[in-house]
């Protein structure tokens, strides 16, 4: 299926490969993990440098504040809507690559 397609793709939160669509965006498996994490167990989280720690995979672990802030300002959200709808993807390649969606609602977290 064109599910495939976007394997290539990359986090938008941390570089790693992304493995499917998680809270609104498409993002790696990790990054699903800690934004989930975050919210359920209703995480506080302090920056001890000035609040702009670089993320990527290999440091994404470092400072877990820094990581769900850049998890917000990418746009992760909680909101799981049901749609259906077509996402245009330019891969590292350079090919324009067309998605149809359909987004299963996120279970509701406790």
């Given at each position: 299926?064109?599910s495939?397609?976007?394997?290539?793709?990359?986090?938008?939160?941390?570089?790693?490969?992304?493995?499917?669509?998680?809270?609104?965006l498409?993002?790696?498996?990790?990054?699903?993990?800690f934004?989930k994490?975050?919210?359920q167990?209703?995480?506080?989280?302090?920056?001890?440098?000035n609040?702009?720690?670089?993320?990527?995979?290999?440091?994404?672990?470092?400072?877990?504040?820094?990581?769900?802030?850049?998890?917000?300002?990418?746009?992760m959200?909680?909101?799981?809507?049901?749609?259906?709808?077509?996402?245009?993807?330019?891969?590292r390649?350079?090919?324009?690559?067309?998605?149809?969606?359909?987004?299963?609602?996120?279970?509701q977290?406790?």
């Amino acid at each position: 299926g064109a599910s495939g397609f976007y394997l290539e793709e990359l986090c938008p939160v941390c570089g790693d490969k992304v493995s499917g669509y998680h809270y609104g965006l498409l993002t790696c498996e990790s990054c699903k993990g800690f934004f989930k994490r975050t919210v359920q167990n209703n995480k506080r989280y302090t920056c001890i440098e000035n609040q702009n720690c670089q993320i990527d995979k290999t440091q994404r672990k470092r400072c877990p504040y820094c990581r769900f802030q850049k998890c917000l300002s990418v746009g992760m959200k909680l909101e799981g809507k049901k749609w259906s709808g077509v996402l245009y993807i330019i891969s590292r390649f350079g090919f324009f690559i067309l998605l149809t969606i359909r987004q299963k609602t996120e279970k509701q977290i406790k």
